[in-house]
């Protein structure tokens, strides 16, 4: 018997070389305990793995290996700068279990460090959360972020500090168009750009512009997950109409029903259903805004992430003069930043920057001038390009998971974003599905409340970008359990 010395000695680890358990298997038992036990504070860091290897005498691959294995299960998170520490969140009981069986079938991915963020945003008694909308904030660039912020405080001229108009500043204007123009296909210029504080802000800029212009309805997909949408347009005064969704996306010609001035569309990957709006769709929605002087609302939320198709172009490319490009960091760096951007139609851009005046007198210039420096940096897509391997291999371990245990439910939307929806089969009732997965502590929304007219097939939303791979094959085992006590009360 051996005991670790030195700096080792603070995690109290004992290695039996004789016990015939590998020793990172030891080293992970000893730690997952005192973390499980309240030994180890959520955010405490651990001693870099070459020092601990040292102070234990082994190798620093078996240190490595031993907290990697502890990353996939959800108990430590790595930090950029390459220090580890205690996740927030415990883990759901057996995750340690499952993890340890995928780390031997899929090695690759475990040493990938996937599981970072792992019960974020679990609520009370919930051991497994499927919420959408989430991105892994653990992931957030912290050192390229930081350098930003010391490049703008030591070099930016004293006016930048001052009030500026409503639209931002020219900075990140110019920035963010020379990167939606390269990746998104936008044809956007800076003076038609207006900074707000993220989605929610930007679509309530709008409506207040559109009403004052004449509008009186307004058409959402549906399903959709605009719910700031609806609710700021009615209480604008509009009319608010729901336009189906089929599996390519809006239903074109429903919306030459509609009698609307506005439509808000999600059309390079529609939330919920995943769906592409396809070229002759997209050419008809212009078509119908031309004819009408009605404008496009382009949701882009979660473009960046795509996994087994080529890029979807912007629909703003088609017709700046008609749609609104809306775009936010929410999904790709971290919502608390409450950065987002409208590239405005030209005649618009004035109220809309008026109304940004009038709402909060312009969003802080240090995190603008920050981020437009992150991006000409080409940080963004730095931390693009690491993040769409993590998640896809997520999403993976859903999918695969979903074959395993309930082959009968139909994943859509898979081929890009954040989260899948699954259909039910007919005579599953959604409704009782959720409620019997809360009982066996699983968090799952259900698409019936975002539709708006409230009819359309039951299905489930899973959100996975906040999930290690042991959390989602726990999660799906547990709803699993959840349908088949529907089935068999």
């Keep these: 018997m051996r005991t670790n010395s030195g700096p080792a000695d603070e995690l109290l680890i004992k290695l039996d070389r004789d016990a015939g358990v590998p020793l990172h298997r030891q080293i992970e038992t000893s730690i997952r305990a005192r973390i ?6 959520a955010g405490a860091s651990l001693p870099p793995t070459r020092t601990l290897a040292t102070g234990l005498g082994v190798s620093r691959g078996v240190v490595v290996e031993a907290y990697q294995q502890l990353v996939a299960e959800g108990y430590l998170v790595s930090r950029s700068g390459g220090y580890t520490q205690v996740a ?6 057996g995750a340690a279990s499952a993890a340890s069986a995928a780390s031997t079938a899929q090695p690759a991915a475990r040493s990938a460090g996937l599981g970072a963020g792992l019960g974020a945003g679990l609520g009370a008694g919930r051991r497994v959360d499927f919420g959408y909308g989430r991105t892994d904030v653990s992931q957030f660039p912290r050192a ?12 930016t001229p004293n006016d930048r500090f001052a009030y500026l108009d409503g639209r931002g500043v020219p900075e990140l204007h110019e920035t963010l168009c020379d990167y939606l123009n390269r990746v998104r296909g936008t044809a956007a210029v800076p003076g038609n750009m207006v900074i707000c504080s993220g989605y929610g802000q930007g679509i309530s800029l709008l409506i207040q512009v559109l009403v004052r212009h004449g509008a009186r309805r307004i058409a959402l997909e549906d399903p959709s997950s605009n719910d700031d949408a609806r609710v700021l ?3 604008a005064g509009l009319d608010v109409v729901g336009i189906p969704v089929g599996p390519d996306g809006v239903q074109v010609d429903a919306l030459h029903r509609a009698d609307a001035d506005a439509v808000v569309l999600t059309p390079s990957h529609q939330w919920p259903t995943g769906g592409v709006l396809s070229a002759a769709a997209r050419a008809e929605v212009i ?12 949701d882009d939320y979660d473009a960046e992430y795509r996994y087994d198709r080529s890029p979807v172009g912007a629909m703003q490319g088609l017709a700046p003069d008609h749609v609104v490009y809306c775009g936010t960091a929410s999904k790709t760096l971290a919502p608390g930043l ?21 709402a909060d007198r312009g969003s802080p210039v240090i995190d603008q001038l920050t981020f437009a420096d992150f991006l000409a940096r080409g940080e963004f897509d730095r931390h693009l390009r690491r993040m769409r391997p993590v ?26 974003g954040q989260h899948v929806v699954a259909w039910l089969p007919p005579g599953l009732d959604e409704a009782a599905v959720v409620t019997a997965a809360a009982r066996h502590g699983l968090a799952i929304h ?15 939303i899973f959100g996975y970008a906040t999930l290690g791979e042991a959390a989602i094959a726990e999660g799906v085992a547990l709803l699993a359990t959840a349908i088949r006590d529907v089935r068999e009360p």
């Design 36 to 41: 499980r036990a309240g030994l180890m504070r």
């Design 88 to 93: 927030a969140s415990m883990p759901p009981a």
């Design 144 to 155: 390229a972020w930081l350098r930003s912020v010391r490049t703008v405080l030591t070099t």
């Design 233 to 235: 347009a009615g209480a």
């Design 287 to 298: 078509r119908w805004a031309e004819r009408r002087g009605a404008i496009v609302v382009e």
């Design 338 to 358: 409450r950065l987002g951007w409208l590239v405005v139609p030209p005649h618009l851009v004035a109220d809309v920057a008026a109304a940004k005046v009038l």
């Design 391 to 416: 998640y896809r291999r997520r999403r993976d371990a859903l999918l695969g998971a979903l074959r395993t245990h309930l082959p009968d439910l139909e994943p859509a939307g898979i081929a890009a």
């Design 446 to 460: 259900g698409v019936g409340p975002y539709r708006i007219a409230g009819t359309g097939p039951g299905g489930l």
